[in-house]
C-alpha cells in the first residue's frame, strides 16, 4: 500500500445498526476525493466495539464497494483471533490485514516479533504491523521492525506513534526490504513522507480526504515544501478530529462535510455545541483547500 488511506469510519444508524448503504456510499465519496486505499475496521472504524461477524461483513461491504485496494484491521489481543479474522477479511475480498500489537496484557519485543512471525506464517494475505501506543500502551522498536521486514509475508507497517525520530529509524532498519512505511499521525503526514515514507493512513483523510491526498501528491511530484506547508494548513483540522473530539467529532464534521458518515456507537456520545462550534470554526478554515 502507498499513498493515502482513511482508517474508514463505520456508519451506524440511529439505533446502532450497521448501515451498509451509507457504508458505501462512504467508499464512493473518499475515492471520488483521491484516496489510494481503504483501511476498514481501524481505530476510527469503531471496530473494537463491533461483534467479529460485523466486522468481516464491513469489509466485505468495503471490498465489494472499492475499486481500490482494502487493508483491513484483523488485530486482537491473541493469535488465534487474529487468524481468524484475518481469514475472514481475506474470504471477503481483503488485500491485506492491518494487524495492531497485541493489547492488555504486556509483551517484551521477542515476544511481540514471534507473535508477528507466527501470524505472517498463517496469514493468507500480506500483513502490515500496526503500531499505536496511545491505545495499547506498546509499541515496536525498530531493531524488531527491521527484523519483521525480512519476513516474506510482512508487507509494511503503520506507525502511529508521532514520532519522527522513530519514524526515520525505521525506515533505515528497513530500506534493504520491501517493505511499505505509513504513518498514522496526519500532523506529521509531510515530515513522515520526506523521512522516507511509502504513504499515510490518517483520520484526516476521513474528513478532508482531497487535502490529504494533496500533501502525498505535492511529495511525489517532488516538492516537499508544498506537502509540509499543506501538513501545517490541516493540523488542526487533524488535531480536532482526533485528540480534542475524537470519533464522535470527527463524525460530525464529515456530515457537515455531505460524508455519508452516519452515527457513533455507544459509548460514544455525540458532540456538544461547543465542539460543533469548534469543529465548524475549523472546517471553515481549511474551506479553500476542500472541494466543497
Not at 474508514?8 to 457504508?23: C, K, N, W
Amino acid at each position: 500500500m502507498q499513498g493515502t488511506g482513511p482508517p474508514l469510519v463505520t456508519p451506524f444508524d440511529a439505533d446502532g445498526d450497521l448501515d451498509e448503504s451509507a457504508l458505501r456510499d462512504l467508499v464512493e465519496w473518499v475515492e471520488a476525493r483521491g484516496v489510494d486505499f481503504l483501511v476498514p475496521c481501524g481505530s476510527n472504524s469503531e471496530a473494537e466495539l463491533m461483534t467479529a461477524d460485523e466486522r468481516t461483513r464491513v469489509v466485505e461491504v468495503v471490498a465489494e464497494a472499492a475499486s481500490v485496494p482494502v487493508l483491513a484491521g484483523t488485530g486482537s489481543p491473541g493469535k488465534r483471533e487474529t487468524l481468524a479474522a484475518t481469514e475472514a477479511a481475506a474470504d471477503a475480498g481483503a488485500d491485506a490485514a492491518l494487524v495492531v500489537t497485541p493489547f492488555y496484557y504486556d509483551h517484551d519485543q521477542e515476544t511481540l516479533a514471534a507473535y508477528y512471525r507466527e501470524v505472517a506464517d498463517e496469514s493468507p494475505i500480506p500483513v502490515y504491523l500496526y503500531s499505536v501506543p496511545p491505545y495499547t500502551d506498546a509499541s515496536l522498536d525498530p531493531e524488531t521492525v527491521g527484523d519483521l521486514a525480512q519476513h516474506s509475508n510482512v508487507a509494511g507497517m503503520k506507525d502511529s506513534s508521532g514520532d519522527i525520530s522513530a519514524f526515520q529509524r525505521i525506515r533505515e532498519r528497513t530500506a534493504d526490504a520491501d517493505f511499505d512505511l505509513m504513518v498514522g499521525a496526519g500532523g506529521v503526514f509531510g515530515q513522515a513522507l520526506a523521512a522516507g515514507g511509502s504513504g499515510g493512513v490518517l483520520a484526516l483523510a476521513n474528513i478532508a480526504p482531497e487535502g490529504a491526498s494533496a500533501i502525498y501528491d505535492a511529495h511525489a511530484a517532488g516538492d516537499a515544501e508544498r506537502a509540509r506547508e499543506l501538513t501545517a494548513a490541516l493540523a488542526d483540522l487533524n488535531h480536532a478530529v482526533t485528540a480534542e473530539y475524537g470519533i464522535p467529532g470527527l463524525k460530525y464534521a464529515m456530515r457537515e462535510r455531505g460524508a455519508p458518515a452516519g452515527n457513533a456507537r455507544s459509548p460514544h456520545r455525540p458532540p456538544e455545541s461547543d465542539a460543533e462550534a469548534a469543529l465548524d470554526e475549523r472546517l471553515a478554515a481549511v474551506g479553500h483547500l476542500l472541494d466543497d
